[in-house]
């Protein structure tokens, strides 16, 4: 599935992305279950295009928003997003308990907070968010990565596949 939307908020500038994975070159066995079962494995893309300043819970609730909309009009969409962990946060909190944590765990902790709060405040149920740590090692000097699947509870099992293909292709 192919979509995207932007929100512009006084100097901040953000583009969202869904954009289809290619299953081609997933394991035969998750290809065939992916494709007998027509379910669209989707990226979601989270992008600040400009601005420096905080996001706001508005900006975070109309992402998710966004994204509810899709999903609830996809019933066999299964949407994977990996955590940046790379690019700063502008003018995180220096003063906070999460000052030394790394920006890709920080942003799984608020992606996870968003859409469970997103969950309750929308009743709805038979929708999972699935986050995955990878612990990596580089030179000896260990970090993480962080990945989330957000998916209907009848396909928890497809999800569980491509959870385990992650971790076998990263080597743990």
Known sequence: MEASYSIVQKDNEYRILLTSVSIEVLPERIYNVLTSRKIDVSELIIERISGESTTTQDVL????????????SNPNLIIYYSCDDMTPIPSRNKNSENKNMPVNEYRSRLFTHIFDSYMASHQVS????????????????????????????????????LKEDIKGVSGK
């Open 126 to 161: 038979g929708v999972i968010n699935t986050p995955i740590q990878l612990d990596n090692y580089d030179n000896g000097i260990g970090y993480s990565l962080f990945f989330h699947f957000i998916a209907r509870e009848i396909h928890n099992d497809i999800v569980e596949m």
């Open 61 to 72: 609730h109309d992402i998710t928003g966004w994204v509810a909309e899709l999903f609830a």
